[in-house]
């Protein structure tokens, strides 16, 4: 049934439909099949899931189930949600999603409340590596006083972002480049970043959903995971104003170690984790001064 399913003369009903996807896409080894079929089926229909729930029996005509079949056909080969549908939710707000950069996910929401909390009114801010614009986006929602800059190297992704930033009807001054490269003598008062963090010899044992169908670039961290990091951390003190902060997204079980990277300049004060939700330190940053 790889390709022939919800053909022939059976009639196929919205629960019918949902219990068979269900079952076909954990054989899959999609998680949460139940949830994401409903998620699948609303689009295609055009429904909300409790649209879904009173409308149980109600049969799908054949270009609905044309449309959900070839949805389902691409969930099963392991292509992510969040690219089929085109959309994520972050920080309350709905983003376009491409394969051009990484899907926003909600552990860095934990940055973005952090910057949130630490940034002086009028704040001049940089995002390295801007991605899908989320966070940038994010923050300028938050802080209209604020002033959004945004460097990234890829023209796709750079793309998508100033979409997003249109989209929520925000503005962002986005550079093409890589880290500092458009700045030169430019100071801010806050820095943040999502780096790459992933060791390079740990992108084969991802998920499908993410070492297939995401961008390597922005996953890729070097053979320890901490590239970006040691990177960024030296040449961000050229770039950050007296009481300025730095604030880095980072991996499960790196926050130490980038803490050594921010504390070997001897240039940070107040250097600090946070915890995400799930109880994993997944920020961490520090307050320049100048020594």
């Given at each position: 049934?790889?390709?022939?399913?919800?053909?022939?003369?059976?009639?196929?009903?919205?629960?019918?439909?949902?219990?068979?996807?269900?079952d076909?896409?954990?054989?899959?080894g999609v998680?949460?099949?139940?949830?994401?079929?409903?998620?699948?089926?609303?689009?295609?229909?055009?429904?909300?899931r409790?649209?879904?729930?009173?409308n149980?029996?109600?049969?799908?005509?054949?270009?609905?189930?044309?449309?959900?079949?070839?949805m389902?056909?691409?969930?099963?080969?392991?292509?992510?949600?969040?690219?089929?549908?085109?959309?994520?939710e972050?920080?309350?707000?709905?983003?376009?999603?491409?394969?051009?950069?990484?899907?926003?996910?909600?552990?860095?929401?934990?940055?973005v409340?952090?910057?949130?909390?630490r940034?002086?009114?009028?704040?001049?801010?940089?995002?390295?590596?801007?991605?899908s614009?989320?966070?940038?986006?994010?923050?300028?929602?938050?802080?209209?006083?604020?002033?959004?800059?945004?460097?990234?190297?890829?023209?796709?992704?750079?793309?998508?972002?100033?979409?997003?930033a249109?989209?929520?009807?925000?503005?962002?001054?986005?550079?093409?480049?890589?880290?500092?490269?458009?700045?030169?003598?430019?100071?801010f008062?806050?820095?943040?970043?999502?780096?790459?963090?992933?060791?390079?010899?740990?992108?084969?044992?991802?998920?499908?959903?993410?070492?297939d169908?995401?961008?390597?670039?922005?996953?890729?961290g070097g053979?320890?995971?901490?590239?970006?990091?040691?990177?960024?951390?030296?040449?961000?003190?050229?770039?950050?104003?007296?009481?300025?902060?730095?604030?880095?997204?980072?991996?499960?079980g790196?926050?130490?170690?980038?803490?050594?990277?921010?504390?070997?300049t001897?240039?940070?004060?107040?250097?600090?984790?946070?915890k995400?939700?799930?109880?994993?330190?997944?920020?961490?940053?520090?307050?320049?001064?100048?020594v």
């Amino acid at each position: 049934m790889e390709f022939g399913f919800f053909m022939g003369n059976e009639v196929w009903t919205i629960l019918k439909i949902l219990t068979w996807t269900r079952d076909y896409l954990a054989g899959k080894g999609v998680e949460n099949a139940r949830l994401e079929a409903e998620w699948l089926l609303s689009a295609a229909l055009g429904l909300d899931r409790v649209g879904l729930y009173v409308n149980f029996e109600r049969p799908l005509n054949d270009s609905e189930l044309a449309a959900y079949r070839t949805m389902v056909s691409r969930r099963a080969r392991r292509e992510p949600l969040q690219h089929i549908l085109g959309s994520q939710e972050f920080m309350g707000l709905e983003f376009e999603v491409t394969p051009a950069a990484l899907i926003p996910r909600h552990d860095t929401e934990t940055l973005v409340e952090e910057a949130i909390k630490r940034c002086p009114g009028g704040a001049k801010i940089l995002d390295i590596g801007v991605g899908s614009g989320c966070i940038a986006v994010a923050l300028a929602k938050n802080l209209p006083q604020a002033s959004l800059f945004a460097v990234e190297h890829s023209p796709a992704a750079l793309e998508l972002a100033t979409r997003n930033a249109a989209r929520h009807g925000v503005s962002l001054n986005l550079s093409a480049g890589s880290l500092f490269e458009p700045f030169n003598d430019v100071r801010f008062d806050m820095i943040v970043s999502n780096p790459p963090y992933i060791p390079s010899g740990d992108i084969a044992s991802l998920q499908p959903e993410v070492q297939d169908y995401e961008p390597r670039e922005a996953l890729d961290g070097g053979r320890d995971g901490l590239d970006f990091y040691r990177a960024i951390v030296p040449a961000a003190t050229g770039h950050l104003n007296p009481d300025g902060w730095l604030l880095f997204e980072v991996g499960i079980g790196q926050a130490e170690r980038v803490i050594e990277i921010i504390s070997v300049t001897g240039c940070f004060r107040e250097i600090f984790t946070t915890k995400d939700p799930a109880g994993i330190d997944r920020v961490v940053g520090g307050r320049f001064c100048q020594v």
